[in-house]
T-cell receptor, first 115, second 113 residues
Framework: DTAVSQTPKYLVTQMGNDKSIKCEQN?????MYWYKQDSKKFLKIMFS???????INETVPNRFSPKSPDKAHLNLHINSLELGDSAVYFC??????????????FGAGSRLTVL | AQSVTQLGSHVSVSEGALVLLRCNYS??????LFWYVQYPNQGLQLLLK??????LVKGINGFEAEFKKSETSFHLTKPSAHMSDAAEYFC???????????FGKGNQVVVIP
C-alpha cells in the first residue's frame, strides 16, 4: 500500500483551465502539506493542514485553494491556470510530535504542465 | 527566517570515491536538520536527521552527516559511492515552534563508473 498517494501523476492542460490534484495518506498522520518544486528542483512549501485546520498558508496566489475533508486527505484546486504554474506538486504528511522536527513522508509528485 | 545553502547544483563522483555534499544553514534558534534524497520520478525520502544529542548522525544507505554548530554546517558524506546513489539530495532546516521546513536547492549527484 502506498503511504502517500497523489493523483493524477501527470496533468497537461491549457492556460485558463481549472484543475485539481488529490492526495491521500494511510499513515495515520495528522498533518499534511503541499510543496511546489519548480523546474530548477527548488522546493517551497505552499500549505499545511493539521487535523483539517489550515496552519501554514505561504504567499501563494489565491487561485490555489487547498481543501482537507478529513485528516487523511488534502486536495489542491487551481483556478485559471497560468504558464508559471507548471511544476511538480508534492503532497507530504507527518506526525506532529515536535513542531519543526517532524519527518515528512512525500508522495511521488504530480507533474503539472500548462500549455 | 531559516534558510539553507547548498553549493554546486551538480556533483560528479567516481564509483567507490567519497561523496561529500555541503550544507550550511541559517537559523535564529537551535535547528533541526535533515537530508532527503529524491530518486528520478519519485518523492523525497528521509536519509537522516539531527534534532538533539549526538552530532554525528548515521542514516540509510551508508550516509552520515555531522552537525557543527560553530560552522553552522551539516555536511553529508558517504565513504564509497555506489551507482545507486545517483539522485538529487536536499538539505533542510526546521526549528521548534515552526512547522515549516526550508529546503536547499539540492545537489544532483552523478556517479561515474
Amino acid at each position: 500500500d502506498t503511504a502517500v498517494s497523489q493523483t493524477p501523476k501527470y496533468l497537461v492542460t491549457q492556460m485558463g483551465n481549472d484543475k485539481s490534484i488529490k492526495c491521500e495518506q494511510n499513515l495515520g498522520h495528522d498533518t499534511m502539506y503541499w510543496y511546489k518544486q519548480d523546474s530548477k528542483k527548488f522546493l517551497k512549501i505552499m500549505f499545511s493542514y493539521n487535523n483539517k485546520e489550515l496552519i501554514i498558508n505561504e504567499t501563494v496566489p489565491n487561485r490555489f485553494s487547498p481543501k482537507s475533508p478529513d485528516k487523511a486527505h488534502l486536495n489542491l484546486h487551481i483556478n485559471s491556470l497560468e504558464l508559471g504554474d507548471s511544476a511538480v506538486y508534492f503532497c507530504a504528511s507527518s506526525i506532529t510530535r515536535v513542531s519543526g522536527a517532524n519527518v515528512l513522508t512525500f508522495g511521488a509528485g504530480s507533474r503539472l504542465t500548462v500549455l | 527566517a531559516q534558510s539553507v545553502t547548498q553549493l554546486g547544483s551538480h556533483v560528479s563522483v567516481s564509483e567507490g570515491a567519497l561523496v561529500l555534499l555541503r550544507c550550511n544553514y541559517s537559523s535564529s534558534v537551535p535547528p533541526y536538520l535533515f537530508w532527503y534524497v529524491q530518486y528520478p520520478n519519485q518523492g523525497l525520502q528521509l536519509l537522516l536527521k539531527y534534532t538533539t544529542g549526538a552530532t554525528l548522525v548515521k542514516g540509510i544507505n551508508g550516509f552520515e552527516a555531522e552537525f557543527k554548530k560553530s560552522e553552522t554546517s551539516f555536511h553529508l558524506t558517504k565513504p564509497s559511492a555506489h551507482m545507486s546513489d545517483a539522485a538529487e539530495y536536499f538539505c533542510a532546516v526546521g526549528d521548534y515552534g515552526n512547522n515549516r521546513l526550508a529546503f536547499g536547492k539540492g545537489n544532483q549527484v552523478v556517479v561515474i563508473p
